[in-house]
């Protein structure tokens, strides 16, 4: 970050010192005041609950607009990199700063396959769930589990064991995530192969089964692709806040993105693909396009508590970038499949096209985000809703790994401390029992 030729100056009305508070400026997007030293010259805090005006880190990774609906992974367009890239491309680029040539292209993605398996224990580690326990809860156990079996990569402050477990962690969470829907049906678990690409080998450990070759399905596998490159990263949302807080501990990197994982679960959040389906069905159940009115009455009604899943976005005023992307993977998949008049896909096109006409959807710049199309794509892919939520993580492990070693190798970071605004009882004496 550079010095910016504008100051900040801070005044009181009551007389007490101003002082001057240093701008900075990043290479595109908002300035940023710089309040580090506020505290000690003020005694004062900012306030600022849920981060809506706070740059908590300065970065290199993503940068988003929300007014122009833009995303870029490292200064490239989010719809260049699923159109023109792979996710294991863009896993390289989220880590190392630009895309891949031939050869590092060629030993990334060996290094990467040649991790996929796990430790063999971990399969008894997930005989200690109920079979019908929701994947997000078996993949918040599992994950923080890795830091069981793998101390030779936990030294945070160790580039090399930064690495090594970013390429575990990115290697690893397909099988994981595999391993936790197999659990669920009862079916065996389905070893990586190494000839597949990350996608198809992901959609193998799945959906195959030890009694015939699974033959994956190139439309299938290349909109899974192109759901892992659309979730990689996305700036300081709220599972990466949580990553990089966690992980400013010095704890390892397993622990980290486990705290990663249990922020996402969070319908407002990652749950929400898995709550936009969820929603979808039940307006079906309702009476489908013709009762899409009497849901949206009710989403107006703030005591009904219902909100319009797959809308809204704290950063996109706009159209969020890859809704389109992933609508346009809907298109691809339910045409592949035969199933272009899918119901449901009907359904969220009519909604989505009365909620974007609709002055209380405009006024409030809601608008589809990554959520509202996902679940819709899955579903046709064959993933269950309750472990969309868990595709959406598998792809975020990368973007939380890569924000992680960035912080960490920081040399300036410090552990993330916040303060608060108190407002609750001032001192006071315990009285005995009977005087209370
Ligand atoms: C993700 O941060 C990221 O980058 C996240 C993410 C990522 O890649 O990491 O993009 C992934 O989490 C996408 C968002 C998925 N969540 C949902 O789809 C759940 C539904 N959306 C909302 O819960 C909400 O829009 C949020 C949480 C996404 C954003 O909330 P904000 O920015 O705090 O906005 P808000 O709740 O203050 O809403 C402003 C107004 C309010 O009405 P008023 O009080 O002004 O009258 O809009 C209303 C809200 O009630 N509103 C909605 C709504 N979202 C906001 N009303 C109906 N349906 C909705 N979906």
């Given at each position: ?19 001057d ?9 908002p ?47 989010i ?38 398996m ?10 200690g ?10 993949m ?27 390429i ?5 969470m ?29 959609m ?121 992307l ?33 002055d ?36 975020r492990?990368?973007?939380w ?7 960490i ?28």
């Amino acid at each position: 970050m550079k010095p910016s030729d504008l100051k900040a100056t801070l005044s009181f009305s009551d007389g007490s010192p101003s002082i001057d508070l240093p701008v900075y400026a990043g290479s595109i997007g908002p300035d940023v005041v710089d309040i580090r030293k506020l505290y000690a010259q003020t005694g004062k805090f900012t306030y600022d609950p849920g981060f809506m005006s706070t740059g908590a880190c300065q970065s290199t990774i993503t940068f988003i607009d929300g007014d122009k609906g833009e995303l870029l992974y490292r200064g490239y367009p989010i719809e260049q990199l699923a159109t023109q890239c792979d996710f294991l491309d863009t896993c390289y680029l989220l880590l190392y700063g630009d895309l891949p040539n031939a050869k590092q292209q060629t030993d990334f993605k060996t290094l990467v396959t040649q991790h996929t398996m796990v430790n063999e224990q971990m399969q008894f580690f997930l005989r200690g769930f109920r079979r019908d326990a929701h994947p997000m809860a078996v993949m918040t156990g599992l994950v923080g589990a890795l830091s069981a079996f793998y101390h030779d990569s936990t030294d945070v402050h160790n580039p090399k064991h930064r690495e090594v477990a970013a390429i575990r962690l990115i290697a690893k969470m397909p099988t994981l995530v595999s391993m936790s829907y197999k659990y669920g049906i009862g079916q065996p678990y389905i070893y990586p192969k190494n000839s597949l690409s990350y996608a198809a080998n992901f959609m193998r450990m799945m959906f195959g089964t030890p009694c015939e070759e699974y033959e994956p399905n190139d439309v299938l596998v290349r909109a899974m692709d192109r759901i892992f490159i659309l979730h990689a990263d996305h700036e300081q949302n709220a599972s990466t806040s949580t990553v990089r807080l966690c992980g400013s501990s010095g704890t390892n990197p397993y622990a980290a993105i486990a705290a990663g994982v249990a922020c996402l679960w969070g319908p407002a959040h990652g749950g929400a693909n898995e709550a936009c389906l969820n929603m979808l069905e039940e307006i079906q159940r309702m009476g489908g396009v013709d009762k899409i009115g009497e849901f949206i009455t009710q989403v107006k009604d703030k005591n009904s508590n219902v909100k319009l899943m797959g809308f809204g976005h704290r950063v996109y005023r706009n159209y969020d970038p890859r809704a389109k992307l992933m609508r346009e993977s809907c298109h691809e998949v339910l045409g592949a499949l035969g199933l272009q008049d899918d119901p449901l896909f009907k359904l969220a096109m009519a909604l989505e096209k009365i909620a974007l006409e609709d002055d209380y959807f405009v006024s409030r710049k809601l608008y589809p985000n990554v959520d509202y199309y996902s679940g819709i794509v899955q579903r046709a892919i064959g993933i269950p809703v309750s472990l969309f939520t868990a595709i959406f993580a598998l792809a975020r492990t990368a973007g939380w790994i890569a924000q992680l070693n960035e912080m960490i190798g920081d040399p300036e970071y410090k552990i993330g401390r916040p303060r608060q605004l108190y407002t609750g009882s001032v001192r006071r004496d315990v009285k005995p029992v009977a005087k209370r």
